[in-house]
T-cell receptor, first 116, second 115 residues
Framework: AQSVAQPEDQVNVAEGNPLTVKCTYS??????LFWYVQYPNRGLQFLLK??????LVKGSYGFEAEFNKSQTSFHLKKPSALVSDSALYFC??????????????FGKGTRLSVIA | ETGVTQTPRHLVMGMTNKKSLKCEQH?????MYWYKQSAKKPLELMFV???????ENNSVPSRFSPECPNSSHLFLHLHTLQPEDSALYLC??????????????FGPGTRLTVL
């Protein structure tokens, strides 16, 4: 089975400070990991993904995420937060060793608030 | 814009009504998805279509009935819904449904309220 956990419902950070949104996953094989962002009254937008290769993945809007296999984590990071980064962030995982049709499994989301 | 559109954006219906949600993707993708998003709960995958064939049905009640007439269009037919079905219904598409190119593109959603 595959699952993903976002342990924080809410993260607050001051503008200009670094931000981290946490994600841990569980798969039986190798993970295929995503981060999505949802702004108010909008659908989810893709930020970045990890398949294989470099553990540090860079994505849209200055975000990056670090894949840590030993800790089964894929935390989202940004060096300097902007007020416009305030949104709902979703981590998702798929076990790409599974055969057949195995869609992504999403976490419950973390609301990020960046305070000016 | 993501290339995935949904109509209507808002829908209020009674428990005895029949309505349909529509999704259209302009990306040339082969897989389409319906998700239910409720407050403080993970996204719930409802249905997956790949090449117009249903490949996933996550124990969704029969009062939700999907239809995929072609690879660009996906419908969700609703009848005799319950108030707990009120949620944001998101449509998504991906290049394929199983491979590494299943990065999903989401529509803006339909906010459904069942009275």
């Amino acid at each position: 089975a595959q699952s993903v956990a976002q342990p924080e419902d809410q993260v607050n950070v001051a503008e200009g400070n670094p931000l981290t949104v946490k994600c841990t996953y569980s798969v039986s094989g190798n993970p295929y990991l995503f981060w999505y962002v949802q702004y108010p009254n909008r659908g989810l937008q893709f930020l970045l993904k990890y398949i294989t290769g470099d553990n540090l993945v860079k994505g849209s809007y200055g975000f990056e995420a670090e894949f840590n296999k030993s800790q089964t984590s894929f935390h989202l990071k940004k060096p300097s937060a902007l007020v416009s980064d305030s949104a709902l962030y979703f981590c998702a995982v798929r076990d790409w060793d599974l055969s057949g049709n195995t869609p992504l499994v999403f976490g419950k989301g973390t609301r990020l608030s960046v305070i000016a | 814009e993501t290339g995935v559109t949904q109509t209507p954006r808002h829908l209020v219906m009674g428990m005895t009504n029949k309505k349909s949600l529509k999704c259209e993707q302009h990306l040339g993708h082969n897989a389409m998805y319906w998700y239910k998003q409720s407050a403080k709960k993970p996204l719930e995958l409802m249905f997956v279509y790949s090449l117009e064939e249903r490949v996933e049905n996550n124990s969704v009640p029969s009062r939700f009935s999907p239809e995929c007439p072609n690879s660009s269009h996906l419908f969700l037919h609703l009848h005799t819904l319950q108030p707990e079905d009120s949620a944001l219904y998101l449509c998504a598409s991906s290049q394929d449904g199983t491979g590494l190119n299943n990065e999903q593109f989401f529509g803006p959603g339909t906010r459904l309220t069942v009275l």
